[in-house]
């Protein structure tokens, strides 16, 4: 399959990430899994977030609307729509929904959603 429609995935709400609870109301759609990487979209309301946490994967995050939050390791930083963060693999990062937000994040190497994320819903 090389093409996803968004209409044709359903959010998935988020518990925690990295066995650490999240805050507020933070939903996921997995949109693409390719044989290195992954891509999902977030949709994280005002005051819901991420503790500050690792993984063994590399990202990209793309701020499609909104504004948020991100810490990456001792730097925090304001980002709006159209902007863009990166958070290599083993780095202590986070993020916190300033307004109700969407962003694509882009996991390399691929790894299954329930590998790092409890979904529930």
Known sequence: MYVVRDGEVDYRRIKSVQGLATKGDIKVKPMYGGENMVMIKMHLPPGSGSPPHTH??????YVVQGKVQVVI?????????GDVCRHPEGVV????????????????????????????E
Do not use: N, R
Not at 73 to 81: F, G, N, P, Q
Not at 96 to 109: A, F, N, R, T, Y
């Open 73 to 81: 390791e001792d730097e925090t930083h304001v980002l709006e729509a």
């Open 93 to 120: 990062h986070g993020i916190q929904g300033l307004e109700d937000s969407i962003v694509l994040e882009i996991k390399s190497p691929a790894q299954p959603l329930e590998q790092f994320l409890a979904t529930g």
């Open 56 to 61: 063994e994967h590399e990202s990209l995050c």
